[in-house]
């Protein structure tokens, strides 16, 4: 079975631990609890051609306490960018760190707009939005807590890891 | 391994490998059961090979790897990761060690340390998402209402969005008038102030103003010079607690860049204070840099003042930071403060203080050597050459972790004590305004708080109140300098030059006030008229004398401004003028500080059929890349590399000029030679093939008739 390793990526309290959580355990708690250093689960998944087993790094939030660290991103074959649509600031973050992926790594990146089920608080336009979205393979709007959108995001990267 | 060894060296919980190949290790030591789950391979025998069962741990084999094959002695950390086993959760951090040529890998079981630093990161990191939303909901307001009141006709009191947007938000809002008179506020203000137990005199909006006024020493520069302000106020209210408030001030301006209203925005950040007070580091110190803040700053100035022993303060405010935040984001640019913060600190003495006060602002209390009671002029000389560190330091460029380099500069504003004030306030509010002043230059500098500073700033906010007036009381004038072909000795175009005719009967030069003008904003509104008489002009120059092309400057704030192609476009439509008899100037400085927006704004030009020059090429940053990714027609070669053709110059002299030559010419582009003076000059340029040029030695920069008269002359 081939393992593909993901790098869960994004500003701090975006909701990357919650992510993980209610893909591999199915468990949402409303406790922000902030994460530090790296935690992996992995997770198969039957994609059209095979089985494949992700490894998911979720790594801590990038912010003023913890830095970008290009060495997380070694061997890896995709990432995801989590952003919280109730805080604009987080997107500004998340494109610094998709600028400082590019740098490093040459692999397909996912944007995660999360918290999708309380209602949307950031200034960004659709037009601003769907400009963003470019630098991305693919976007999804997910909730960790309802599970909107999160198996979606991680069998579409699982599919388009093994096409 | 002795167990006792260990503990005493401060490994317990953790295990202890030693390398004996790339893939072969020796268990040494370990504590509890957990490397069982976690390396099964392990059990059942002391030699073993790693086998995919934890992959953080063998990730971080490869940079360890390269440790133990250089095989000096050394130690690299992996960094805390957490491992899942059956009934826990454990958090490790992985050591690569070389000692006495062996190599070792130890893994640490860190629970206690990593709740520790979790319940640490917690509360600041709580703290600074909301921070966060409420920053955020200051600047969205701000940007909204900026919209809503900068439109003319907008009546504030009978404003229906502008009064909705008040009562949507939940933030404190006051409007104020120019004068500070309070025009509209909404009720989430006076539910902040709004406190049964307290009797306040004041209404909301004038307990606001007194809070800022008594709290922030800066008022009156911030009011004075029309500049934004965002920090923190306390609002003392006994026998309550208090409350802290977050108050963001901006000055809303018209087109003419006059000051129409003042907009405060208020929230309460009582919350988060209470969240930093649990962690007792973080009430007193700056959680970025780890500095003392600016409450602990404050405390500290006023005992040294009440010792009564001569001292400098140095308010230092880091150079263009805006532009590292726009650039490379707001992550990069807090390692560039962080970074800087170390370095400043180093230059530091023991004695003195050193804390952040603002966002980009640092504070320094100097010790001074001596107990006399004056300041001497070698206390002068002290001050000037520590401050010097402090700006060589910050000058250097960041390189950053992402690979990224980074450069910032250094203003340095000081003020004495007991020279110039006793007071705490007074000594802040000088420093403030030694810095603003030291801010208006190019570079970064040290200034000093004297009379003189208080007079040209005094002077600077008259000739700025002046400026305002303007281009309303047509006080500007375009004056044209020809521009000719060497060849034939005709004018070919004309460099359009702003001239302004102050009301006091002198003619004040544009070395002085463009980059006042640049500074304020006015450049935007100066600019504008600048394009409309161009356009003027070029018609005129079609009715009455030949039509000939005219060559206007854009500055770098103009650049900016994302109305300017829209201007130019209606302006040229206004006035039915054909866009090629109109060239655009910008200096490099503009194409490398703005590219992305430089870039749009060039092509877009383009399209219409304006032409575009590079103005004192070869000043500037010599990042010749952008010539051929630019649509760019012309290079004026700077005066200065003319200048050095002279009776004494050696052959080396014209180097430049040359080299400047034939790069064009490659690149398939023209060139202008600026500032020529003498026949010489003129001579040297015609025999290497430049055959445009504009300077005293065929023509001054005239107004409109004479150059008209001239033109007529030459035709």
Same mark, same amino acid.
């Given at each position: ?76 074959? +995709?990432?995801? @960018? ?8 987080? $997107? ?5 760190? =998709? ?8 692999? &397909? ?20 939005? +769907? ?33 | 391994?002795?167990?006792?060894? =260990?503990?005493?060296?401060? *490994? ?97 079981? =860190? ?94 909006? %004038? ?15 911030? #009011? ?21 408030? %977050? ?15 003042? /907009? ?36 500290? =100035? ?88 402090? !700006? ?55 200034? #000093? ?43 070919? %175009?004309?460099?359009?030059? @702003? ?15 463009? &980059? ?7 450049? !935007? &509104? ?40 829209? *201007? ?23 194409? !490398? ?74 690149? %398939? ?10 026949? /010489?000059?003129?001579?040297? $340029? ?30």
């Amino acid at each position: 079975m081939i393992q593909k390793k993901i790098c869960l990526l994004g500003a701090t309290g975006v909701g990357k631990t919650s992510l993980v959580k209610q893909y591999v355990e199915g468990i949402f708690s409303e406790k922000y609890l902030t994460s530090i250093g790296v935690k992996i689960d992995k997770k198969q998944v039957e994609t059209n051609n095979q089985t494949v087993q992700l490894m998911i790094w979720d790594i801590e939030g990038i912010d003023r306490y913890c830095g970008f660290q290009a060495k997380y991103l070694r061997g890896a074959s +995709a990432f995801i @960018i989590v952003t919280d649509h109730t805080r604009s600031q987080s $997107l500004v973050e998340g494109l610094d760190i =998709l600028k400082m992926v590019k740098e490093v790594a040459d692999i &397909p990146g996912v944007l995660a707009v999360n918290k999708v089920d309380l209602p949307a608080s950031w200034h960004w336009s659709e037009t601003e939005l +769907a400009e963003i979205k470019q630098g991305f393979v693919q976007f999804f709007n997910t909730s960790a807590k309802t599970g909107d959108g999160v198996e979606p995001m991680f069998t579409h990267i699982a599919n388009l890891l093994t096409a | 391994m002795d167990a006792s060894l =260990l503990a005493a060296l401060g *490994f317990l919980d953790c295990i202890v490998f030693q390398r004996l190949s790339p893939t072969e290790f020796e268990v040494l030591y370990k504590a509890g059961n957990w490397l069982d789950e976690l390396l099964p391979e392990t059990v059942g025998s002391k030699i073993f090979s790693f086998e995919h069962n934890s992959a953080y741990l063998e990730d971080f084999l490869i940079d360890a790897e390269n440790l133990w094959l250089v095989n000096k002695n050394g130690r690299i950390d992996s960094g805390m990761w957490s491992e899942q086993l059956s009934n826990q959760v454990i958090r490790l951090e992985a050591s690569a060690v070389v000692a006495d040529k062996q190599s070792y890998l130890i893994v640490n079981k =860190l629970n206690a340390k990593y709740k520790q630093k979790q319940e640490t990161l917690q509360i600041a990191r709580e703290s600074l998402l909301t921070a966060d939303k409420i920053s955020a909901q200051h600047d969205y307001l701000h940007a909204r209402l900026e919209e809503l009141l900068s439109e003319p006709e907008r009546a504030l009191t009978a404003n229906q969005p502008v009064t909705q947007a008040l009562a949507q938000t939940d933030l404190g809002v006051a409007i104020f008038d120019a004068d500070l008179l309070l025009l509209n506020s909404n009720p989430a203000l006076r539910s902040i102030f709004d406190d049964s137990n307290i009797k306040t005199n004041l209404p909301p909006d %004038k307990l606001l103003l007194e809070l800022f006024r008594n709290q922030y020493p800066e008022c009156e520069r911030i #009011f004075s010079t029309a500049s934004a302000w965002s920090g923190e106020i306390f609002w003392l209210n006994p026998p309550l607690q208090g409350k802290w408030l %977050k108050l963001s001030i901006q000055p809303i301006k018209n087109d003419a860049q006059i000051v129409q209203n003042w /907009l405060f925005s208020v929230s309460d950040v009582t919350q988060i204070k209470y969240l930093l007070k649990r962690n007792e580091k973080l009430t007193h110190f700056d959680v970025l840099t780890n500095l003392p803040n600016r409450q602990y700053f404050w405390q500290n =100035l006023e005992k040294k003042i009440q010792q009564n022993r001569p001292f400098y303060l140095l308010y230092l405010d880091i150079k263009q930071f805006k532009r590292i935040n726009e650039i490379h984001g707001h992550l990069i640019g807090d390692e560039v403060i962080r970074e800087l913060s170390i370095r400043l600190n180093n230059l530091v003495n023991a004695d003195d203080m050193i804390a952040k006060i603002g966002g980009t602002e640092f504070a320094v209390i100097l010790e001074l050597k001596h107990s006399h009671a004056q300041i001497s002029s070698t206390d002068r000389d002290y001050a000037v050459t520590f401050a010097e560190k402090l !700006i060589g330091t910050s000058c250097l460029p960041f390189y950053l972790s992402s690979g990224l380099k980074c450069e910032v500069g250094l203003n340095v504003g000081v003020a004495a004590f007991p020279k110039d004030s006793s007071s705490a306030e007074d000594l802040m509010k000088y420093a403030d305004l030694a810095v603003y002043a030291a801010k208006k230059r190019s570079i970064s500098s040290i200034s #000093f708080y004297s009379k003189e500073l208080v007079d040209a700033s005094r002077k600077r906010i008259e000739m700025e109140d002046a400026l305002r007036n303007a281009v309303q009381n047509h006080e500007f004038e375009l004056y044209l300098q020809p521009i000719l072909d060497l060849s034939s000795g005709q004018i070919i %175009k004309a460099e359009a030059l @702003i001239r302004w005719h102050h009301p006091d009967g002198h003619m004040v030069s544009p070395d002085e006030f463009i &980059p006042l003008s640049e500074q304020t904003g006015l450049i !935007i &509104p100066i600019g504008k008229w600048v394009i409309k008489e161009a356009c003027a002009i070029l018609k005129r120059l079609e009715s009455q004398c030949e039509p000939i092309k005219l060559s206007i400057n854009l500055s770098p704030r103009q650049v900016g401004d994302r109305q300017l192609f829209e *201007f130019i476009s209606d302006t040229l439509i206004e006035y039915q003028v054909n866009p090629q008899q109109l060239e655009i100037e910008l200096t490099e400085g503009v194409l !490398i500080d703005n590219y992305d927006k430089v870039h749009f704004l060039l092509d877009e030009v383009r399209k219409l059929g304006i032409s575009i020059s590079i103005d004192d090429f070869g000043t500037g940053y010599s990042s010749l890349a952008y010539l051929q990714k630019l649509p760019i027609d012309q290079l004026k070669i700077d005066r200065s590399f003319v200048n050095e053709i002279n009776e004494n110059s050696q052959d080396s002299d014209g180097a430049i000029i040359l080299a400047v030559i034939a790069m064009a010419h490659n690149l %398939k582009l023209e060139v202008i030679a600026e500032g020529v003076e003498t026949e /010489l000059q003129r001579d040297f $340029l015609k025999q290497h093939n430049c055959n445009i040029a504009q300077g005293y030695l065929f023509s001054r920069p005239l107004p409109f008739d004479d150059f008209c008269k001239l033109l007529h002359k030459t035709l």
